[in-house]
């Protein structure tokens, strides 16, 4: 998104896809980048726009396990100076670091839920005469899901008591590893059952893979880690 500005207020444009909600929103919250800049060290800003206007285009879009998703294009919509927030950047980021932690806290739940899920189908499904839980393999792979669960737990807990950057990255990285794996190994462990679409394996999976990119990948999060640690 990029906001122009002229005497008479702010010009709007641009395209943004994925938004959660975006569809249902009475009102949008966009972050732009200005031209020209207002501050060179802060060079983006927000707007505070009405949705309903004509010309802010919403596209409902199709997705896996997330919440429900618009691409919203705005084509040139003006704005008066009034409706910049005064909101700086680095407060935004802040909420963002907070944003990103409650993502990994649900990452951690669905890590937590699909070790739960595949130890009640462990112990219940028997095969040569006994729960499958009881054999070697499964036994391994059910114990590494429950150290995944702990870690993640863990660092989230790391970053809620202490919310920096720092902390919010790495909770973010290990909770999307692990909620992968998780999820991954409940689909195992159910064996062919695990991927009708009424049992619960996709859904933990779905929802593992729609977290792993909100708020920013693992990807994401190692980047910028490193830039901090540059």
């Given at each position: ?206 929802r593992a893979l729609a977290l792993r990119v909100e708020m920013g990948d693992s990807r994401a999060h190692r980047l910028r880690l490193a830039a901090q640690l540059a």
């Amino acid at each position: 998104m990029r906001a122009f500005r002229d005497d008479n207020g702010w010009v709007l444009s641009g395209d943004v896809g994925a938004v959660p909600w975006g569809g249902a929103a009475g009102t949008l919250l966009i972050a732009a980048r200005t031209e020209p800049a207002l501050l060179a060290a802060d060079p983006l800003a927000l707007f505070v726009v009405d949705a309903e206007r004509p010309d802010v285009v919403r596209t409902t879009r199709t997705s896996i396990g997330a919440h429900a998703m618009s691409h919203v294009h705005l084509a040139g919509v003006r704005v008066g100076q009034d409706a910049r927030a005064s909101t700086s950047w680095p407060a935004v980021v802040a909420a963002l670091d907070k944003a990103t932690i409650v993502a990994a806290a649900e990452l951690a739940g669905v890590a937590r839920g699909a070790l739960a899920a595949a130890i009640a189908y462990a112990t219940h499904r028997e095969q040569f005469g006994a729960p499958i839980a009881t054999y070697q393999a499964l036994a391994h792979r059910l114990a590494d899901m429950a150290i995944d669960a702990d870690a993640a737990e863990l660092a989230v807990e790391e970053a809620i008591a202490h919310p920096t950057q720092q902390n919010a990255s790495h909770a973010k990285i290990i909770a999307n590893e692990v909620a992968h794996r998780a999820s991954a190994g409940l689909h195992q462990i159910n064996g062919g059952v695990g991927f009708y679409a009424d049992q619960l394996p996709p859904a933990y999976y779905a929802r593992a893979l729609a977290l792993r990119v909100e708020m920013g990948d693992s990807r994401a999060h190692r980047l910028r880690l490193a830039a901090q640690l540059a």
